[in-house]
């Protein structure tokens, strides 16, 4: 079983930036990808971006690749999402997501509102 528990979700004006955390618990070294996915009112859940554990590559939503960016820290089973120059657009729900072998995991989520 893996655990996640995500922080840093908040409000911010447009252009602000927020730092989502994601620390992962549990059997850890069973999970080959980690990352987020959002979901915005009325929307469906979508991919933001995420991690291989293994080699390390990143994956981004086109929508966000060069504005979000993705990083992990081994030592803390940590996951973050930096979220730069934020617009109201990406307001949602965020979600941590961390995938093994077996099965998938998803955090609670973390509401980001981005006012104009």
């Known amino acids: 079983q893996v655990q996640l528990v995500e922080s840093g979700g908040g409000l911010v004006q447009a252009g602000g930036s927020l730092r989502l955390s994601c620390a992962a618990s549990g059997s850890t070294w069973n999970i080959n990808t980690i990352g987020w996915y959002r979901q915005a009112p009325g929307n469906q859940r979508e991919l933001v971006a995420t991690i291989n554990t293994r080699g390390g590559s990143t994956n981004y939503a086109d929508s966000v690749n060069g504005q979000f960016n993705i990083s992990r820290n081994n030592a803390k089973n940590t996951v973050y999402l930096q979220m730069n120059r934020l617009k109201p657009e990406d307001t949602a729900v965020y979600y941590c997501?961390?995938?093994?072998?077996?099965?998938?995991?998803w955090g609670q989520g973390t509401q980001v509102t981005v006012s104009s």
């Open positions: 997501y961390a995938a093994t072998t077996l099965r998938t995991y």
